[in-house]
C-alpha cells in the first residue's frame, strides 16, 4: 500500500504564498504522475495541477495558472505545490494523488490519495 501526506498548509493573508508538500511512502513506488487537488466547503472537488514524472510536463486549472507551480523530486517520491498571489477563493482542503498508470495529466483518475491539508486564505 502507498501512503500520501500533506503538509504545509495554514492560513495567510491574501497575496502571500505558501507552500505545500506531499511524501509518498509504502511499496516500492514509481508514480506516473502526481497531483493536487481541492474542496472548498459546498463545493465539488477540482483538478488544481498535477506533474508527469517520466517528462516532468505539467498541467494547471486556469485559476492557478501563474500562480501556483507544481514539481516533484522522484528520489524523495515527493510533490510539492508552491503557492503564491493567494485569494481568497483559494480557500479549500488540498490533496495530493499519485496513479501508476498512463492518463491524461488533467484526468481525475488516481490510486492513491492523501487525507489533505487546509489552506485559508483571509481577504
Known amino acids: 500500500q502507498v501512503q500520501l501526506v500533506e503538509s504545509g498548509g495554514g492560513l495567510v493573508q491574501a497575496g502571500g504564498s505558501l507552500r505545500l508538500s506531499c511524501a509518498a511512502s509504502?511499496?516500492?513506488?514509481?508514480?506516473?504522475?502526481m497531483g493536487w487537488f481541492r474542496q472548498a466547503p459546498g463545493k465539488e472537488r477540482e483538478f488544481v495541477a498535477a506533474i508527469s514524472r517520466g517528462t516532468g510536463r505539467t498541467a494547471y486549472t486556469d485559476s492557478v495558472k501563474g500562480r501556483f507551480t507544481i514539481s516533484r523530486d522522484n528520489a524523495k517520491n515527493t510533490v510539492y505545490l508552491q503557492m503564491n498571489s493567494l485569494k481568497p477563493e483559494d480557500t479549500a482542503v488540498y490533496c495530493c494523488?499519485?496513479?501508476?498508470?498512463?492518463?491524461?495529466?488533467?484526468?481525475?483518475?488516481?490510486?492513491?490519495w492523501g487525507q489533505g491539508t487546509q489552506v485559508n486564505v483571509s481577504s
Open positions: 494523488a499519485a496513479r501508476n498508470f498512463m492518463a491524461t495529466l488533467t484526468s481525475p483518475e488516481y490510486d492513491y
Open positions: 509504502g511499496r516500492t513506488f514509481s508514480s506516473a504522475a
